[in-house]
């Protein structure tokens, strides 16, 4: 992975961590009904909190920080180019971090596999759900 995402693992390891400290991944509830028995309650957004930080530590337990230009890695923007002559863009992440949305692919993902390690002028083979797909490495920013 690159520098720069190695230090902003760190970074959003040591916010999650403060964040899961104060969230416990189940509460108290009285609900209408049971007064005098509480349930114990699944706080959702506390289990993601704490399933994040296990994500980030686990990246973070085999990072390795890649120096070498023009090297597919966790933090740097890859480009393809299909058959068609279509491009796109794909920004490598830890697992769990893929937003295809946003152009972040994740190197679990189908594309992340794929792409993870190329170099300009790779070709790659995408075994992806919807089908078979085929593209070139044009760009490793």
Known sequence: MTSDM?????SD???????ADHSDGYITAFFEGEPDAP???PN?????LVHQLTSVRRALSTAQVEAEAGLAVIGRRVTLEETDGTRTSYTLTIP???????GWV??????GRAIYLGRV???????APGGRWTATVVAVE
């Open 44 to 48: 959702v957004p506390g289990q993601r």
């Open 96 to 102: 769990g971090e893929g937003d295809p949305r946003r």
């Open 39 to 41: 349930s114990l309650v």
């Open 121 to 127: 002028g790779d070709a790659v083979a995408v075994e």
């Open 106 to 111: 994740s190197v679990s993902s189908p594309v």
């Open 13 to 19: 390891a040591n916010r999650l961590a403060a964040e």
């Open 6 to 10: 190695l230090s902003m693992l760190e």
